[in-house]
Antibody, heavy 123, light 107 residues
Framework: EVQLVESGGGLVQPGGSLRLSCAAS????????MHWVRQAPGKGLVWVSR????????NYADSVKGRFTISRDNAKNTLYLQMNSLRVEDTAVYYC????????????????WGQGTLVTVSS | EIVLTQSPGTLSLSPGERATLSCRAS???????LAWYQQKPGQAPRLLIY???SRATGIPDRFSGSGSGTDFTLTISRLEPEDFAVFYC????????FGGGTKVEMK
């Protein structure tokens, strides 16, 4: 069974840092691109960042570029999001999501999601 | 950057009724890139439709997707109590945009 379990969320002051983790199991993690998607309280989904299967290519939403860094450890089946210079508007539930298999029908979708971890940026 | 606009913002319907949700793109996109997700309160989103019209594994056939170019539609033929939720369209473009969502609430 595919499982994605996020951790690392919490309360942080503006300007602070936090590192989120997403532990993957039940599938061959090294073969999949992974994403972070966030959702501010009561708001919609917003894509944050993407990393390819070997970690050599990353992309970011303009709103987090230069402040957030996505990475992965394929030996540990874990995805990370390092968040620096946090702002009040970064407050959200952060989901990790698996992109469908590169050559499969779901290749342009997020076919599995974690349950999310809440990040609150407040003084 | 492609912008996705969903309408209506809220749909108030009764079980058994038909729901029609719209997703309009600011520029033409390949149907392959258009997906729909369902999100219930306190839960993660779930993939419903991929490639604009194909149901994901385990999704009931009362859910259907259609459209091309800039106009896409999600239809729920007969609403079941468990279908009331927020629905998002998504485009796997360079900006990986989500629409703003449509809430389907029980009347």
């Amino acid at each position: 069974e595919v499982q994605l379990v996020e951790s690392g969320g919490g309360l942080v002051q503006p300007g602070g840092s936090l590192r989120l983790s997403c532990a993957a199991s039940g599938f061959s993690f090294i073969n999949y691109w992974m994403h972070w998607v966030r959702q501010a309280p009561g708001k919609g989904l917003v894509w944050v960042s993407r990393i390819n299967s070997d970690g050599s290519s990353t992309n970011y939403a303009d709103s987090v570029k230069g402040r957030f860094t996505i990475s992965r450890d394929n030996a540990k089946n874990t995805l990370y999001l390092q968040m620096n210079s946090l702002r009040v508007e970064d407050t959200a539930v952060y989901y990790c999501a698996r992109q469908g298999e590169v050559w499969g029908s779901y290749r342009y979708t997020f076919d599995y999601w974690g349950q999310g971890t809440l990040v609150t940026v407040s003084s | 950057e492609i912008v996705l606009t969903q309408s209506p913002g809220t749909l108030s319907l009764s079980p058994g009724e038909r729901a029609t949700l719209s997703c309009r793109a600011s520029q033409s996109l390949s149907s392959s890139y258009l997906a729909w997700y369902q999100q219930k309160p306190g839960q993660a989103p779930r993939l419903l439709i991929y490639g604009a019209s194909s149901r994901a594994t385990g999704i009931p056939d009362r859910f259907s997707g259609s459209g091309s170019g800039t106009d896409f539609t999600l239809t729920i033929s007969r609403l079941e109590p468990e279908d009331f939720a927020v629905f998002y369209c998504h485009c796997y473009s360079s900006s990986l945009t989500f629409g703003g969502g449509t809430k389907v609430e029980m009347k």
